[in-house]
C-alpha cells in the first residue's frame, strides 16, 4: 500500500514518536522511508553580523544531522532491511515538507503532532497542521 514514507524530524520526543511508527509502518509495507529534516533560517534575517549568521547555521546544520543520525540508529537497529534516506534541507518547515511531498511521490507522511520550540505546543503545531491541511497524501500524527 505504501512505498514511500516521508517522516520530517527535528530531534523531538515527538518526532522520534512518530519515527517507531514510520518504522512500524515500512516493515510491514515494504516502504523506503525518507528522512527530512528541514533547517529554518527565516529567524536569522537581518541579525546584525554576517558571522553570527554563518555560525547559527553551521549549528543548525550540526543539530539536523544528530537528528537525522539518531532516526538512522533507530532504523537500523528495528528494522535493519528497511531503506532510508536521509535529507536537509533550508527553509520554511511546512512549505519544504509539503513540496517533498510532491517532488518525491509520497504514500504517506507520518510527523510528530508538535515539535520541540515551546509555540508549537499551543494547538496541534503550526507546521503538522499545515501539512494535514494541504498534503495530498495521507499524514499519520503521533502524539
Given at each position: 500500500?505504501?512505498n514511500k514514507i516521508l517522516l520530517p524530524t527535528d530531534g523531538s520526543k515527538h518526532a522520534e514518536k512518530a519515527a517507531e511508527h514510520a518504522i512500524w509502518?515500512?516493515?510491514?509495507?515494504?516502504?523506503?522511508?525518507?528522512?527530512l529534516d528541514v533547517i529554518e533560517t527565516s529567524s536569522l534575517v537581518g541579525l546584525?553580523?554576517?558571522?553570527?549568521?554563518?555560525?547559527?547555521?553551521?549549528?543548525?546544520?550540526?543539530?539536523?544531522?544528530?537528528?537525522?543520525?539518531?532516526?538512522?540508529?533507530?532504523?537500523?537497529?528495528?528494522?535493519?532491511?528497511?531503506?532510508?534516506?536521509?535529507?536537509?534541507?533550508?527553509?520554511?518547515?511546512?512549505?519544504?515538507?509539503?513540496?517533498?511531498?510532491?517532488?518525491?511521490?509520497?504514500?504517506?507522511?507520518?510527523?510528530?503532532?508538535?515539535?520541540?520550540?515551546?509555540?508549537?505546543?499551543?494547538?496541534?503545531?503550526?507546521?503538522?497542521?499545515?501539512?494535514?491541511?494541504?498534503?495530498?497524501?495521507?499524514?499519520?500524527?503521533?502524539?
Amino acid at each position: 500500500m505504501y512505498n514511500k514514507i516521508l517522516l520530517p524530524t527535528d530531534g523531538s520526543k515527538h518526532a522520534e514518536k512518530a519515527a517507531e511508527h514510520a518504522i512500524w509502518i515500512a516493515s510491514q509495507s515494504g516502504a523506503e522511508i525518507i528522512v527530512l529534516d528541514v533547517i529554518e533560517t527565516s529567524s536569522l534575517v537581518g541579525l546584525p553580523a554576517e558571522d553570527l549568521i554563518v555560525r547559527i547555521k553551521e549549528m543548525l546544520k550540526e543539530e539536523a544531522k544528530r537528528s537525522l543520525e539518531r532516526i538512522s540508529e533507530m532504523i537500523k537497529e528495528d528494522e535493519p532491511e528497511i531503506k532510508i534516506t536521509l535529507t536537509s534541507k533550508e527553509g520554511s518547515p511546512a512549505d519544504v515538507v509539503l513540496k517533498t511531498i510532491e517532488e518525491k511521490d509520497i504514500d504517506l507522511v507520518v510527523m510528530g503532532t508538535s515539535g520541540k520550540h515551546g509555540l508549537d505546543r499551543f494547538l496541534l503545531g503550526s507546521v503538522t497542521e499545515k501539512v494535514v491541511r494541504s498534503a495530498k497524501c495521507p499524514v499519520l500524527t503521533v502524539h
